[in-house]
Structure formats: C-alpha cells, structure tokens
C-alpha cells in the first residue's frame, strides 16, 4: 500500500499534467476551430444585418411605389418609373443577398461541425482537470495533519483511561482511537458543509472559455455524425 507522501505526490503530479493538458486543448481550440468558428459567424451576422438593412429600406420604397403608381392611375410616370427602379433594384439586391446568407449559413455550419469535437477536448480536458484539482487539493489539506494525527494516535493508544463499558462500546485501544477520530471528522465535514460558502478557493482553474460558440450549440457525437452525413450527401 503507497504511504500518504506517495498518494499525495501522484495526486499533485496527476493535478499538474492536467493542468498542461487544459492550456492545450484551451490554445488548441482558441487558436484553430474556435476561431474559425468565429469568424463563421461574424461573417454570417453580417450578412443577416444586410438583410434585414435592405429589407428596411425596401418597405417604404414599395409603400412609395403603390401610392404613387395607384395616384398616376397606375401609368407609368417618371415618378412611379424611379420608384420602380429603386423597388427592383432593392429585390434584386435581396434575393442576391438571400443566397449570399444561405452560403454564410453552410459555412458556419461547417464550422460548427470543424470546431464541436475541438470544443469537447476542451471539455473533457477542464473536466479532468477539476477532478485532479478536488483529489490533490483534499491531500494537500489533509498533509499538515499527518503527522498530528499519528502522534494522537499513539498518545491515545498507549493511555489505557477507558472504563470496560468503553472497551466493550468501541473495542481495543487501536480500534477506538480509529472510532473517536471518524466521529470527530465527520464532525468537522459537516461543520465544513454548513459553512462551505464563506471559504475561498485554492489554485482555482479558469472556467471554460469557448469564445463565440455558445455551449448550447456544441455538437453531440450523433449530431455531428448527422451533420456530417448531410454534408456529404450534399456534395
């Protein structure tokens, strides 16, 4: 069995490769899929302001056009003739920016696809990294004990005080000393949970970061699978 240095060394080493692992998968996500997500999707935002800027100027221009066109008795004026022209020019420029939306659209599906599993690394990287932060971080507040905790122990073993009613309740001295120091832990646990609030955090990690991409929009395995097959139908 590995003494309590060994455990806490593992811990601490386990911890600190985690670490590594997380700024990794962090820069391999920031510096590759999520920012070509990002620019995804600024570029499809873009384009929908586009829209939605055309289809605001092209209401009151078509109101102008009706108006007009009903007052010259639905002739053909120089008038109702620019109206018309701003009108189509309007529509022309909306269907093109239609099919320009639903290329911005394809990409960032694409890149949603690209920058998803990315994404997941990164997950599973934080997620393995806070659990090696709790095992190390519990050691590491447990090590300034040991050593106190050994020498109460042989200060209780070696007292022999206890009535034979306290031998038959908890047992030889070894075994009772084990008894009182479980009771007066779970004790402190408790008094820890009820007061878990007000303590800080040590060697706290940086949450996940995913930048542009929401994590709502990370893409299950099946999802992408799904994805990725209508990808290639679409080809």
């Not at 997500?37 to 109101?63: F, I, T």
């Not at 929009?217 to 097959?229: F, G, H, I, K």
């Amino acid at each position: 069995m590995k003494t309590f240095e060994e455990r806490f060394a593992a811990a601490e080493k386990a911890f600190l490769q985690a670490k590594d692992s997380l700024a990794l998968a962090a820069a391999d996500y920031h510096q590759g899929a999520g920012a070509a997500y990002a620019v995804a999707l600024a570029a499809r935002d873009d384009m929908l302001a586009k829209v939605k800027q055309n289809r605001q100027e092209a209401g009151p221009v078509a109101e102008n056009f009706n108006r007009e066109f009903e007052v010259a008795n639905y002739e053909i004026t120089s008038k109702v003739r620019s109206l018309l022209a701003k009108k189509t020019e309007l529509d022309l420029v909306h269907d093109q920016l239609k099919q320009g939306l639903e290329k911005r659209e394809e990409q960032l599906r694409q890149a949603t696809i690209e920058a998803s599993p990315v994404a997941r690394v990164y997950q599973q990287a934080h997620k393995a990294a806070v659990n090696a932060r709790v095992s190390w971080s519990l050691l590491k507040a447990l090590r300034p004990c040991a050593a106190n905790l050994g020498q109460a122990m042989a200060n209780m073993v070696a007292v022999d005080f206890r009535t034979s009613e306290e031998v038959a309740l908890f047992g030889e001295n070894e075994e009772w000393a084990a008894t009182f120091l479980k009771k007066e832990m779970e004790r402190l646990l408790a008094e820890f949970i009820a007061s878990r609030g007000t303590f800080c955090e040590d060697e706290a990690l940086p949450g996940i970061d995913l930048g542009a991409l929401r994590m709502a929009d990370v893409m299950t395995p099946v999802q992408l699978n799904r994805a990725r097959a209508t990808s290639v139908v679409q080809v």
